[in-house]
Protein backbone atom coordinates (compact mmCIF):
# COMPACT_ATOMS: atom_id res chain seq x y z
CA UNK A 1 0.00 0.00 0.00
CA UNK A 2 3.11 2.44 0.95
CA UNK A 3 4.21 2.52 -2.40
CA UNK A 4 1.13 3.58 -3.91
CA UNK A 5 0.57 7.32 -4.38
CA UNK A 6 -1.90 9.00 -2.43
CA UNK A 7 -4.44 10.54 -4.58
CA UNK A 8 -6.47 11.72 -1.66
CA UNK A 9 -4.81 13.17 1.44
CA UNK A 10 -6.76 15.14 3.99
CA UNK A 11 -5.01 15.95 7.03
CA UNK A 12 -6.90 17.72 10.71
CA UNK A 13 -10.31 18.68 8.40
CA UNK A 14 -12.71 20.72 9.97
CA UNK A 15 -15.65 22.06 8.53
CA UNK A 16 -17.82 25.23 9.56
CA UNK A 17 -20.61 26.36 8.80
CA UNK A 18 -22.27 30.00 9.41
CA UNK A 19 -18.96 31.04 11.21
CA UNK A 20 -18.80 33.59 13.47
CA UNK A 21 -22.62 33.51 14.27
CA UNK A 22 -24.40 32.39 17.33
CA UNK A 23 -26.05 29.32 15.27
CA UNK A 24 -22.26 28.43 14.02
CA UNK A 25 -21.42 24.38 13.43
CA UNK A 26 -19.62 22.36 13.20
CA UNK A 27 -19.71 19.05 11.01
CA UNK A 28 -16.17 17.56 10.91
CA UNK A 29 -14.05 17.98 13.81
CA UNK A 30 -10.94 17.00 12.47
CA UNK A 31 -10.50 14.26 10.21
CA UNK A 32 -7.39 12.41 8.62
CA UNK A 33 -8.04 10.37 5.88
CA UNK A 34 -5.61 8.93 2.83
CA UNK A 35 -7.34 7.07 -0.43
CA UNK A 36 -4.34 5.71 -2.62
CA UNK A 37 -4.55 5.53 -6.32
CA UNK A 38 -6.46 2.25 -7.66
CA UNK A 39 -8.18 1.79 -3.91
CA UNK A 40 -11.92 1.20 -3.70
CA UNK A 41 -12.69 2.47 -0.15
CA UNK A 42 -16.14 3.16 1.54
CA UNK A 43 -16.95 5.68 4.46
CA UNK A 44 -19.76 3.96 6.80
CA UNK A 45 -21.70 5.96 9.10
CA UNK A 46 -25.20 6.71 10.32
CA UNK A 47 -27.16 9.93 9.89
CA UNK A 48 -25.97 12.96 10.84
CA UNK A 49 -21.89 11.34 11.26
CA UNK A 50 -20.96 14.04 8.46
CA UNK A 51 -20.75 11.71 5.44
CA UNK A 52 -22.28 14.20 2.84
CA UNK A 53 -20.35 16.88 4.00
CA UNK A 54 -17.20 14.68 3.94
CA UNK A 55 -18.09 13.90 0.33
CA UNK A 56 -18.42 17.18 -0.30
CA UNK A 57 -15.30 18.36 0.93
CA UNK A 58 -13.29 15.63 -1.33
CA UNK A 59 -15.57 16.02 -4.45
CA UNK A 60 -14.67 19.91 -4.25
CA UNK A 61 -18.32 20.82 -3.53
CA UNK A 62 -17.34 22.81 -0.50
CA UNK A 63 -14.40 23.70 0.57
CA UNK A 64 -12.97 22.99 4.05
CA UNK A 65 -12.29 25.52 6.72
CA UNK A 66 -9.34 24.43 8.76
CA UNK A 67 -6.61 21.41 7.82
CA UNK A 68 -4.63 20.07 4.72
CA UNK A 69 -5.91 19.01 1.84
CA UNK A 70 -4.00 17.52 -1.19
CA UNK A 71 -6.08 16.13 -4.11
CA UNK A 72 -4.10 14.45 -6.43
CA UNK A 73 -1.20 16.76 -5.19
CA UNK A 74 -2.95 20.07 -5.88
CA UNK A 75 -3.52 22.14 -2.94
CA UNK A 76 -7.19 22.56 -2.47
CA UNK A 77 -6.47 25.60 0.04
CA UNK A 78 -4.95 27.22 -2.93
CA UNK A 79 -7.68 26.36 -5.30
CA UNK A 80 -9.98 29.31 -6.82
CA UNK A 81 -13.28 28.68 -8.33
CA UNK A 82 -12.26 27.95 -11.63
CA UNK A 83 -9.69 25.79 -10.27
CA UNK A 84 -12.15 24.02 -8.31
CA UNK A 85 -15.29 24.21 -11.32
CA UNK A 86 -12.34 22.29 -13.82
CA UNK A 87 -10.97 19.87 -11.01
CA UNK A 88 -14.62 18.56 -10.44
CA UNK A 89 -15.59 18.04 -14.42
CA UNK A 90 -12.27 16.12 -15.15
CA UNK A 91 -10.66 14.92 -11.96
CA UNK A 92 -14.37 13.26 -10.97
CA UNK A 93 -16.95 11.44 -11.27
CA UNK A 94 -20.03 12.15 -8.77
CA UNK A 95 -22.86 9.16 -8.54
CA UNK A 96 -25.74 10.27 -6.54
CA UNK A 97 -28.26 8.29 -4.64
CA UNK A 98 -31.19 10.39 -6.10
CA UNK A 99 -29.47 10.20 -10.04
CA UNK A 100 -29.30 14.46 -10.78
CA UNK A 101 -29.95 13.35 -14.35
CA UNK A 102 -31.54 16.37 -16.54
CA UNK A 103 -35.21 15.79 -16.84
CA UNK A 104 -35.36 16.99 -20.30
CA UNK A 105 -32.09 15.51 -21.90
CA UNK A 106 -32.09 12.34 -23.15
CA UNK A 107 -29.75 9.71 -21.37
CA UNK A 108 -27.27 10.31 -24.44
CA UNK A 109 -27.36 14.40 -24.00
CA UNK A 110 -26.52 13.76 -20.12
CA UNK A 111 -23.65 11.84 -20.37
CA UNK A 112 -22.24 14.41 -23.23
CA UNK A 113 -22.65 17.11 -20.88
CA UNK A 114 -19.43 16.81 -19.08
CA UNK A 115 -17.60 16.40 -22.30
CA UNK A 116 -19.56 19.65 -23.55
CA UNK A 117 -18.40 21.47 -20.31
CA UNK A 118 -15.02 20.11 -20.83
CA UNK A 119 -14.70 21.32 -24.41
CA UNK A 120 -14.89 17.92 -26.35
CA UNK A 121 -16.43 18.34 -30.05
CA UNK A 122 -19.85 17.01 -30.89
CA UNK A 123 -18.85 14.23 -32.97
CA UNK A 124 -16.13 12.78 -30.41
CA UNK A 125 -18.47 13.17 -27.41
CA UNK A 126 -21.72 11.29 -28.73
CA UNK A 127 -19.36 8.38 -30.34
CA UNK A 128 -18.08 8.75 -26.51
CA UNK A 129 -21.38 8.91 -24.39
CA UNK A 130 -22.26 5.63 -27.05
CA UNK A 131 -19.59 3.41 -26.06
CA UNK A 132 -20.47 4.82 -22.08
CA UNK A 133 -23.86 3.59 -22.34
CA UNK A 134 -22.89 0.49 -23.76
CA UNK A 135 -20.39 -0.25 -21.21
CA UNK A 136 -23.30 -0.29 -18.47
CA UNK A 137 -26.18 -2.08 -20.93
CA UNK A 138 -27.76 0.80 -21.50
CA UNK A 139 -27.57 1.72 -25.33
CA UNK A 140 -30.73 0.40 -26.10
CA UNK A 141 -31.82 3.24 -23.97
CA UNK A 142 -29.74 6.00 -25.16
CA UNK A 143 -33.12 8.79 -26.31
CA UNK A 144 -35.02 8.23 -23.85
CA UNK A 145 -35.04 10.49 -20.89
CA UNK A 146 -35.17 10.08 -17.15
CA UNK A 147 -38.81 9.80 -16.81
CA UNK A 148 -38.97 6.76 -19.03
CA UNK A 149 -36.28 4.90 -17.01
CA UNK A 150 -36.83 2.97 -13.65
CA UNK A 151 -34.37 3.51 -10.88
CA UNK A 152 -31.56 1.12 -11.86
CA UNK A 153 -31.44 2.67 -15.56
CA UNK A 154 -31.33 6.11 -14.04
CA UNK A 155 -28.39 5.23 -12.14
CA UNK A 156 -26.37 2.95 -14.93
CA UNK A 157 -26.97 6.20 -16.85
CA UNK A 158 -25.45 8.21 -13.68
CA UNK A 159 -22.47 6.32 -13.87
CA UNK A 160 -21.81 6.48 -17.32
CA UNK A 161 -22.07 10.40 -17.05
CA UNK A 162 -19.61 10.20 -14.34
CA UNK A 163 -17.06 8.23 -16.64
CA UNK A 164 -17.77 10.91 -18.94
CA UNK A 165 -14.34 12.83 -18.92
CA UNK A 166 -11.77 9.42 -17.73
CA UNK A 167 -12.03 10.55 -14.09
CA UNK A 168 -9.34 9.17 -11.66
CA UNK A 169 -11.89 9.42 -8.79
CA UNK A 170 -15.50 8.23 -8.13
CA UNK A 171 -17.38 9.09 -5.58
CA UNK A 172 -20.40 7.49 -5.01
CA UNK A 173 -22.89 9.11 -2.07
CA UNK A 174 -25.51 6.10 -1.22
CA UNK A 175 -25.34 4.69 -5.06
CA UNK A 176 -27.72 2.25 -4.20
CA UNK A 177 -30.07 3.81 -1.31
CA UNK A 178 -33.03 3.85 -3.75
CA UNK A 179 -32.93 0.57 -5.14
CA UNK A 180 -34.02 -2.88 -4.55
CA UNK A 181 -31.41 -5.23 -4.01
CA UNK A 182 -31.28 -7.12 -7.25
CA UNK A 183 -30.79 -3.70 -8.89
CA UNK A 184 -28.13 -2.45 -6.58
CA UNK A 185 -26.17 -5.57 -6.75
CA UNK A 186 -25.79 -4.32 -10.64
CA UNK A 187 -24.71 -0.84 -9.68
CA UNK A 188 -22.07 -2.41 -7.26
CA UNK A 189 -20.89 -4.97 -9.88
CA UNK A 190 -20.59 -2.09 -12.44
CA UNK A 191 -18.55 -0.20 -9.78
CA UNK A 192 -16.15 -3.05 -9.14
CA UNK A 193 -15.40 -3.88 -12.32
CA UNK A 194 -14.44 0.03 -12.75
CA UNK A 195 -12.43 -0.42 -9.98
CA UNK A 196 -10.66 -3.52 -11.55
CA UNK A 197 -10.49 -3.77 -14.93
CA UNK A 198 -9.27 0.17 -15.23
CA UNK A 199 -7.84 0.87 -12.13
CA UNK A 200 -10.24 3.73 -10.68
CA UNK A 201 -10.06 5.02 -7.34
CA UNK A 202 -13.54 4.45 -5.75
CA UNK A 203 -14.74 6.36 -2.47
CA UNK A 204 -18.06 4.64 -1.43
CA UNK A 205 -20.03 6.78 1.07
CA UNK A 206 -23.21 4.14 2.68
CA UNK A 207 -25.07 3.29 5.58
CA UNK A 208 -24.82 -0.89 4.55
CA UNK A 209 -21.99 -2.67 5.99
CA UNK A 210 -22.56 -5.18 3.95
CA UNK A 211 -21.97 -3.46 0.54
CA UNK A 212 -19.23 -1.51 2.51
CA UNK A 213 -17.43 -5.02 3.18
CA UNK A 214 -17.14 -5.52 -0.48
CA UNK A 215 -14.07 -2.83 -0.60
CA UNK A 216 -10.72 -2.93 0.25
CA UNK A 217 -10.67 -0.66 3.35
CA UNK A 218 -13.71 0.05 5.70
CA UNK A 219 -13.87 3.70 7.41
CA UNK A 220 -16.50 4.85 9.91
CA UNK A 221 -17.37 7.75 10.29
CA UNK A 222 -19.22 9.32 13.76
CA UNK A 223 -19.88 12.56 15.00
CA UNK A 224 -17.45 14.27 12.51
CA UNK A 225 -14.25 11.96 13.23
CA UNK A 226 -13.13 9.06 11.34
CA UNK A 227 -12.84 6.38 14.58
CA UNK A 228 -11.71 3.58 13.00
CA UNK A 229 -10.48 1.48 9.96
CA UNK A 230 -10.16 -1.88 8.85
CA UNK A 231 -9.52 -4.35 5.92
CA UNK A 232 -13.00 -5.35 3.96
CA UNK A 233 -13.07 -8.07 1.88
CA UNK A 234 -12.74 -6.71 -1.23
CA UNK A 235 -15.14 -9.07 -2.99
CA UNK A 236 -18.49 -9.88 -3.39
CA UNK A 237 -20.30 -11.57 -0.66
CA UNK A 238 -21.40 -15.05 -2.16
CA UNK A 239 -25.01 -15.62 -2.09
Known amino acids: MMDRRAIIDMKGIVKRY ?8 EVLHGVDLKVYEGEFISIVGPS ?6 LMNVIGALDLPTM ?8 DMFDAREDDL ?13 TYNLISRMT ?19 TEKAKDLLRMVEM ?17 RVAIARAMANDPAIILADEPTGALDSVTGRLIMDIFHRLNREQGKTIVL ?3 SNE ?3 ETGRIMSLRDGLIVSERKGTGRVAAG
Open 18 to 25: YIGKPNEL
Open 48 to 53: GSGKST
Open 67 to 74: GRYLLDGF
Open 85 to 97: SAIRNKKIGFVFQ
Open 107 to 125: ALKNIELPMLYAGMGKRER
Open 139 to 155: EERMYHKPDELSGGQKQ
Open 205 to 207: ITH
Open 211 to 213: LAE
